[in-house]
C-alpha cells in the first residue's frame, strides 16, 4: 500500500501571538496508507478533533506540513453531523457538493442518489427534510454527501456520538464495508469499543503530543485503557492460561 496522508511534525496553537495562546498539537508525525481503516483515540482535549480539521483544510498548523498524496481529496464529517445538513430534502443535501464543484444538475443528482445508495438510504426518504430523519439516517446522509464529492478519505470526528447502540453498530457495519470498498477511513474517538475492532492502524494522542502510532492491535496492547473491552478480557483470560 502507498501512503495517502503524512503528518509531519505538526503544530498548532490556538489565538497564536495572543496572551491567551494555547498547543493543541506539539510536533505531531505520522502517516496514514491507502485503504487504511485508521483510529485517532485520545482523551477529551488531547488535539484529536483539531487534527481533523487541519487534515480537511479548515485550517492551517502553526509549523509542519500534512502532505496528501497527489490529487487526493479529503471529506470530513463532524461531531453531531446533523449540524452540517442543511438542504430542504435529503437529495439535494447530497447534490450541494459535486453541484458546488461544478457539475451539471443531472450528473450531480446522479452521484448524490449513488452515494445514498451506497450509505443504505431508501429513496422513499430522497424528498424528506434531513432533519426529520433519525441520528442514525442524519449520519448516513452527511456521509454520503462526502462520498458525492468522490472524496478518497473519510474522516469521521467521534461519529458514534449520540447513537444509540443499534445505530452504533449499524455505522460501524457501513465503516467497515466503505473501508472494504476501497475508502480510506480516519475516526477520531475517545473510546473504542465498537469502532476500535474494525480498525487495522491507530494512533493516541496526549495532551496534543502523540503518545503511541501503529498496528491497532499493538497500540491497544500499549495503551489498554484505549483498548476495547472485549480485547481487554480475551487479554486478561490468556494471562490466566484460557484462550477463547
Known amino acids: 500500500m502507498s501512503e495517502i496522508i503524512r503528518f509531519r511534525n505538526v503544530t498548532y496553537s490556538y489565538s497564536k501571538g495572543t496572551p491567551f495562546e494555547k498547543k493543541a498539537l506539539d510536533d505531531v508525525s505520522f502517516s496514514v496508507e491507502t485503504g487504511d481503516f485508521f483510529g485517532i483515540y485520545g482523551l477529551s482535549g488531547s488535539g484529536k478533533s483539531t487534527l481533523l480539521r487541519l487534515a480537511?483544510?479548515?485550517?492551517?498548523?502553526?509549523?509542519?506540513?500534512?502532505?496528501?498524496?497527489?490529487?487526493?481529496?479529503?471529506?470530513?464529517?463532524?461531531?453531531?453531523?446533523?449540524?452540517?445538513?442543511?438542504?430542504?430534502?435529503?437529495?439535494?443535501?447530497?447534490?450541494?457538493?459535486?453541484?458546488?464543484?461544478?457539475?451539471?444538475?443531472?450528473n450531480a443528482k446522479d452521484r448524490a442518489q449513488l452515494a445514498l445508495n451506497q450509505v443504505g438510504i431508501s429513496e422513499k426518504l430522497f424528498d424528506r427534510s434531513p432533519f426529520s430523519l433519525s441520528g442514525g439516517e442524519k449520519r448516513r446522509v452527511a456521509i454520503a454527501g462526502i462520498l458525492a464529492m468522490e472524496t478518497d478519505v473519510l474522516m469521521l470526528d467521534e461519529p458514534l456520538a449520540g447513537l444509540d447502540p443499534e445505530g452504533q453498530d449499524d455505522l460501524c457495519d457501513l465503516l467497515q464495508k466503505l473501508n472494504k470498498e476501497g475508502r480510506t477511513i480516519i475516526v477520531v474517538s475517545h473510546e473504542s469499543e465498537i469502532l476500535g475492532n474494525g480498525c487495522k492502524n491507530a494512533a493516541v494522542l496526549e495532551a496534543g503530543k502523540l503518545k503511541d502510532t501503529g498496528s491497532a492491535k499493538d497500540v491497544f496492547k500499549r495503551n489498554p485503557a484505549f483498548a476495547p473491552v472485549s480485547s481487554r478480557i480475551k487479554s486478561r483470560l490468556a494471562c490466566m492460561g484460557i484462550d477463547i
Open 56 to 106: 480537511a483544510g479548515l485550517a492551517k498548523p502553526s509549523s509542519g506540513q500534512i502532505i496528501l498524496r497527489e490529487n487526493a481529496k479529503v471529506g470530513l464529517v463532524f461531531q453531531f453531523p446533523e449540524n452540517q445538513l442543511f438542504g430542504a430534502s435529503v437529495i439535494e443535501d447530497v447534490m450541494f457538493g459535486p453541484s458546488n464543484l461544478g457539475l451539471a444538475k443531472d
